[in-house]
Every structure is written in structure tokens, then in C-alpha cells.
């Protein structure tokens, strides 16, 4: 059966739920835990996140694929989903350019793909159930076979995915647009997307992304302006060595910023705790408000785990102070180190997809660096 043609299939979900539709796909079973987002554009960064590996996601907005797939939204080396489900699919391209459709990139990528599924009551019931294991099929696969699968399927909590995704060479970036050269940003690559390193870029920023392996001493000895703690996948207690190598860096001075996973990893690395989100924040519209400012700032979110807090303060980060909070559920959203140039957020700045709202804080950064210098060089 080519990957191209569609055929009866359906998902199922740990708790026994099945969800019928159109498969389109490798031959083979597909599992991951089921999540939802609720982005009405963005679909190729979706698929192109590495935040979302090993996950089969599910998107609330109903139609897909009407302009196409753009070249220059992708956001990372290759789609890192593990399948999609949609309402329905476009074949045909609404509004240009394109360098080709939807259907035809899922294709050349192999992406399990259930179509015509009723995504809103799947979405219901992960926002009621919480999110979970799941396998995608074709009806060829007895639902016996597929049950099996689902329970070798890993559990997210535990599950280090970050390590997977980060890049296995350093590379570096230069400026754009031919800037003059203002320094060095560090990517600590815990599934960095294209979009943050560009905003660096933009400001005149040599960047060099390294494998999130990388030890503190190899990290300082470039004598960095500062350190990029980026997004990832998986449970940020998972993660070897990161706490350490996080802590290191700040000890020597270098200014931090985090974002979703490196939130997470700097408020571990401070004694903070995290844990895990009944279904997540995915999608491009989450109010979040700015305690500096009393602004609400719209926020584009992918992230399963959470920093712990107990009456406005992070639990085991008595160096650390909220900076932000989600104003859906009271979640910690961001934090700042009270003393040292260290600072994070739980949700994606860079606006891949999604609202420029909180792109201000890479400008923050920026000035950080700026005022500290290049500690790392002292």
C-alpha cells in the first residue's frame, strides 16, 4: 500500500478509546502519547518542532494544509512528530507561494496521518482524560497488535527525549543581514528551534548551537556572551547532567535565558522541582501575565511538564522569584534569578508558530549580555 493512499484506520488510546478515520502511512503501527494543540496556522513548525517528538498530535482547528508547505518555516532538520491527526487535509494550496502541499510533505516524510477522525471529541477527551499513550494504524493492524504496541510505548514521565533530538555536532550561525558582529550566543540544544536562533542572528549575534552533552568547561573556554538554554521534548528530571552543567555556567558569571524545557532545567538547576501537567499547554493562544508590568501577554506554548510552586513561591528556589503566570490555570511562567543574570519562561518567545507578544525578551538578553560583558573570558 503506498504511503500516498488512504485507507480505514483509527487510533486508540491507552484508556480503550478508539477513534476512527482515514490512514495515511507507513505499513507499521505508530506510538506516542496524544496531544492536542490549539494553533489555528503553523502546521509545518508544528510538525518541525522537536518539543513535540514522540508525540501524536492532534489539531483542534479543523482544516490543514490550505497554504501549503513553505521551505522557510521549517524549524528544524527533519519532523520529529511521531503522527497527526487532522479534521481534514487539504490537497489543494489556497494561497501562495508554496513549494508543495501538505499531503505531499507528510508523504515524503513517512507521518502517520489520520484523517476525518472527530478531533473534537478527541480533544475533549484528553483535556478530560489527560493526555496519554496512543497508537495510530491502518484497520490492517488488529486492534490486539496495536494494544501491544501501545503498552511497550514508554510513558512520557521518566523519559529523556532531549538528548535525541539535540544536535550531534556543534555548528555555528553568523549574523544576518551582513550585521556587524556583536558577540557570541551559546545554544545549549536541548531541540532549539530555527526561529529563536534567528532572532539572535538578527541582532548581531554569532551563534554556536552544541549537543546538550556538552561539557561546562568546553562551553566557557569559547568565552560566550551568554548561554541559550532551548526548548526540548521529554521530562526535564530526565535529562543527564543538565542541572550540573547549568549550574556550572552560572557559577562562572555567563547570563542564562530558558525557555519551555530550559525553564524547567534552570529552576532544577536551582532547586526547583517540576512535574506534570494533567494535558499540557499547546497552542498559540495561552494569556500569560507579566507581574513587572501588568500587561497579559499571548503566548504560543508546547510543554507537558511544569515548575512547582508553593504560595507564590518556586518550591526549592528560594534564590529564584515568579515572574509569570498563566493566567488559565495559575501555572508558573516565568522566573529570574535574584541576584545572578539568569532568567526563563515556560512558553516560546520566538512565535513559531504563533504571537510577537514576548519577543521582547530575547532584546532583554541582549541587554543583559551587553551589561555583564563576557564573564566567561574573565
Not at 47 to 57: E, G, K, N, W, Y
Amino acid at each position: 500500500m503506498s504511503e500516498t493512499q488512504a485507507r480505514p484506520g483509527y487510533l486508540l488510546l491507552e484508556d480503550g478509546r478508539r477513534f476512527d478515520g482515514a490512514y495515511v502511512g507507513p505499513e507499521t503501527e505508530t506510538a506516542g502519547e496524544a496531544v492536542f494543540t490549539t494553533v489555528m496556522t503553523g502546521y509545518h513548525e508544528v510538525l518541525t518542532d522537536p518539543s513535540f517528538a514522540a508525540q501524536i498530535v492532534v489539531m483542534t482547528a479543523p482544516m490543514q494544509g490550505v497554504y501549503g508547505i513553505r521551505d522557510p518555516d521549517v524549524q528544524s532538520r527533519r519532523p520529529w512528530v511521531a503522527g497527526f491527526v487532522v479534521r481534514h487535509l487539504s490537497h489543494e494550496i489556497g494561497s501562495g507561494p508554496a513549494d508543495s502541499t501538505l499531503p505531499e510533505y507528510l508523504a515524503l516524510h513517512g507521518i502517520p496521518t489520520l484523517i476525518g477522525a472527530d478531533t473534537r471529541a478527541l480533544t475533549r477527551h484528553i483535556r478530560d482524560a489527560g493526555a496519554m499513550r496512543a497508537v495510530v494504524a491502518h484497520d490492517g493492524v488488529a486492534p490486539e497488535r496495536a494494544a501491544e504496541r501501545l503498552a511497550a510505548e514508554p510513558a512520557m514521565s521518566g523519559r529523556d527525549l532531549a538528548t535525541a533530538v539535540s544536535t550531534p555536532d556543534p555548528y555555528e550561525l553568523d549574523p544576518l543581514d551582513g550585521s556587524t558582529e556583536r558577540g557570541l550566543v551559546l545554544c545549549l540544544d536541548y531541540g532549539v528551534k530555527t526561529r529563536s536562533l534567528d532572532l539572535f542572528r538578527r541582532e548581531g549575534y554569532r551563534v554556536r548551537v552544541v549537543p546538550c552533552d556538552t561539557d561546562a568547561e568546553t562551553m566557557l573556554s569559547a568565552s560566550p556572551d551568554g548561554v541559550f538554554v532551548s526548548n526540548g521534548p521529554g521530562d526535564p528530571e530526565a535529562v543527564p547532567g543538565a542541572v550540573e552543567r547549568i549550574r556550572a555556567l552560572s557559577d562562572a558569571g555567563v547570563p542564562l535565558f530558558g525557555i519551555c524545557l530550559g525553564h524547567q532545567l534552570i529552576a532544577r538547576a536551582f532547586g526547583g522541582t517540576n512535574y506534570k501537567l494533567p494535558y499540557g499547554h499547546r497552542g498559540g493562544n495561552h494569556p500569560v501575565l507579566n507581574h513587572a508590568t501588568g500587561a497579559v501577554e499571548i503566548t504560543s506554548q508546547n510543554h507537558g511538564f511544569a515548575v512547582l510552586e508553593r504560595e507564590g513561591r518556586i518550591q526549592g528556589g528560594d534564590e529564584l522569584e515568579v515572574t509569570h503566570r498563566n493566567l488559565n490555570d495559575g501555572t508558573v511562567e516565568g522566573l529570574v534569578h535574584q541576584e545572578r543574570p539568569v532568567f526563563a519562561v515556560q512558553y516560546h518567545p520566538e512565535s513559531a508558530p504563533g504571537p510577537h507578544d514576548s519577543r521582547y525578551l530575547f532584546n532583554r538578553f541582549v541587554e543583559t549580555m551587553r551589561n555583564c560583558g563576557s564573564p566567561a573570558s574573565g
